[in-house]
């Protein structure tokens, strides 16, 4: 059974910055992609970032501020807009993709 579990997440003010990491197990697949996405409440899910090919894409709001580093999310200059519950999501070399259950991050102004 594959799991997928992000941690980092937390209470920080504005101007502040966190580290999410996302680890996989249970697969002898190789991952082949890898991006966060968020969802603001009462809002859709929305991608922020994403990786495949070798190339790395970032959504116009983090764009600068966030940057992904293998399957973490380093996240600087955080604003109160940022807060969200976010999500790590893989897909493997068969074409699943997988799902964390999140971690909730809050900015504070």
């Known amino acids: 059974q594959v799991q997928v579990v992000e941690s980092g997440g937390g209470l920080v003010q504005a101007g502040g910055s966190l580290r999410l990491s996302c680890a996989a197990s249970?697969?002898?697949?190789?991952?082949?992609?890898n991006g966060w996405y968020r969802q603001i409440a009462n809002k859709s899910r929305e991608r922020i970032a994403s990786?495949?090919?070798?190339?790395t894409n970032y959504a116009d709001a983090v764009k600068g501020r966030f940057t992904m580093d293998g399957m973490s999310l380093q996240m600087n200059n955080l604003r109160p807009e940022d807060t969200a519950v976010y999500y790590c999501?893989?897909?493997?070399?068969?074409?699943?993709?997988?799902w964390g259950q999140g971690t909730q991050v809050i900015v504070s102004s």
């Open positions: 999501n893989i897909r493997t070399s068969d074409w699943d993709n997988y």
């Open positions: 249970g697969t002898t697949r190789r991952i082949v992609a």
């Open positions: 990786r495949s090919g070798g190339s």
